[in-house]
T-cell receptor
C-alpha cells in the first residue's frame, strides 16, 4: 500500500466508449501525475498537476482529458480511444513539483481498447 | 536528447549478488532514482543518489558517478521475492524524471 489508490484496476472499453480513471491520495502531496506504461518501454509522463493547476501536458492526444478537482483527487477521462492506447496507466504523487522528492505510485489501471 | 540505458533482463541465483547498471544523459541533473516494480503492482521507491558514491540500505545499495553518467543497483543475498523489474530514472534540471525501460530480474533457486 503506497497511499495512492487507483480505480478501476482493469478496464476494457470499445473505441466509441467514454470512461474515466480515478486516482486518490491522502499523503498530503501537492503534485499529482499521470503516466502511461507500455510493455518494455520507459514510463511516459502524460500530465502534471501542482496545487491543482495543470503544469505540463506532454503532447498527449485530446482523447485523453485530465481533471484535478482538488489536491487529493485526479481523473483521466477517456473517449474515442485507439487500440494502441492499451497500456497500464499509473497515477503518482509527490510532495511538490520542482523538488527531488520521491514519487509514490498507485497500482495502475490496466486498460484494453478493443 | 535525454536518454536512460539499462539492460532489458538479467538472471541470478538465489543467495547470490547481482548488479544492475544504468547510464544516463540528461539536460542538467538533480539526482538518480531506483524503483522496484513487481508484476501487476505499483513501482515502489528504493533509493535516491545525488552525490557520488555508494548508499547502502540493507541488502540493497546504489552507486552514482556523476562524471560518468552512471549508476548501479546492487542486490545482495538474493531472495525469490526480489524477482521484479527495476526502474532507473534520472531527474533533469527541470525536475522532470527521465525513465529507463526497466530491467526484469529473474531469480532462480
Amino acid at each position: 500500500e503506497t497511499g495512492v489508490t487507483q480505480t478501476p484496476r482493469h478496464l476494457v472499453m470499445g473505441m466509441t466508449n467514454k470512461k474515466s480513471l480515478k486516482c486518490e491520495q491522502h499523503l498530503g502531496h501537492n503534485a499529482m501525475y499521470w503516466y502511461k506504461q507500455s510493455a518494455k518501454k520507459p514510463l511516459e509522463l502524460m500530465f502534471v498537476y501542482n496545487f491543482k493547476e495543470q503544469t505540463e501536458n506532454n503532447s498527449v492526444p485530446s482523447r485523453f482529458s485530465p481533471e484535478c478537482p482538488n489536491s487529493s483527487h485526479l481523473f483521466l477521462h477517456l473517449h474515442t480511444l485507439q487500440p494502441e492506447d492499451s497500456a497500464l496507466y499509473l497515477c503518482a504523487s509527490s510532495q511538490d513539483r520542482g523538488t527531488s522528492a520521491e514519487a509514490f505510485f498507485g497500482q495502475g489501471t490496466r486498460l484494453t481498447v478493443v | 536528447g535525454q536518454n536512460i540505458d539499462q539492460p532489458t533482463e538479467m538472471t541470478a541465483t538465489e543467495g547470490a549478488i547481482v548488479q544492475i547498471n544504468c547510464t544516463y544523459q540528461t539536460s542538467g541533473f538533480n539526482g538518480l532514482f531506483w524503483y522496484q516494480q513487481h508484476a501487476g503492482e505499483a513501482p515502489t521507491f528504493l533509493s535516491y543518489n545525488v552525490l557520488d558514491g555508494l548508499e547502502e540500505k540493507g541488502r540493497f545499495s546504489s552507486f552514482l558517478s556523476r562524471s560518468k553518467g552512471y549508476s548501479y543497483l546492487l542486490l545482495k543475498e538474493l531472495q525469490m521475492k526480489d524477482s521484479a523489474s527495476y526502474l532507473c530514472a534520472a531527474m533533469d534540471s527541470n525536475y522532470q524524471l527521465i525513465w529507463g525501460a526497466g530491467t526484469k530480474l529473474i531469480i532462480k533457486p
